[in-house]
């Protein structure tokens, strides 16, 4: 929930399908002290949160490619990449490589 807070700021609301990572009496406390409500749905009825566990199911797949973006995309006035300042060399690759790869990965993952 740290890392969670210093990256995105404080929820309005968490959902949560009522496993164990929500009921520690720490966790309740900080949500209480920031004013976070806790909404937790029928863990048997996981359609409810449907959305959401198959973006959780299909993370691992997608993170890679998204980090391989972020890390090789020039940013700030220096029009350098996190990788060319890294390495000191801009990463071998083909133009549109990740998208292609991504666009490929989403017509395996959707019947």
């Known amino acids: 929930m740290y890392e969670w807070v210093c990256r995105f700021g404080l929820p309005i609301k968490v959902y949560s399908d009522g496993g164990t990572h929500f009921n520690a009496m720490i966790v309740e406390s900080l ?10 749905g029928p863990s048997h009825h996981s359609h409810r949160q ?6 959780v199911g299909s993370w691992l797949m997608w993170l890679p490619a998204a980090l391989y973006v972020i890390r090789t995309t020039s940013v700030g006035s220096s029009r350098l990449s996190p990788y060319f300042l890294l390495d000191g060399r801009h990463p071998r690759n083909q133009e549109g490589m990740v998208v292609y790869e991504l666009e490929e990965a989403a017509l395996v993952e959707d019947p």
């Open 31 to 40: 949500m209480n002290r920031y004013g976070i409500s806790l909404e937790i």
């Open 50 to 55: 449907g959305k959401v566990e198959r973006f």
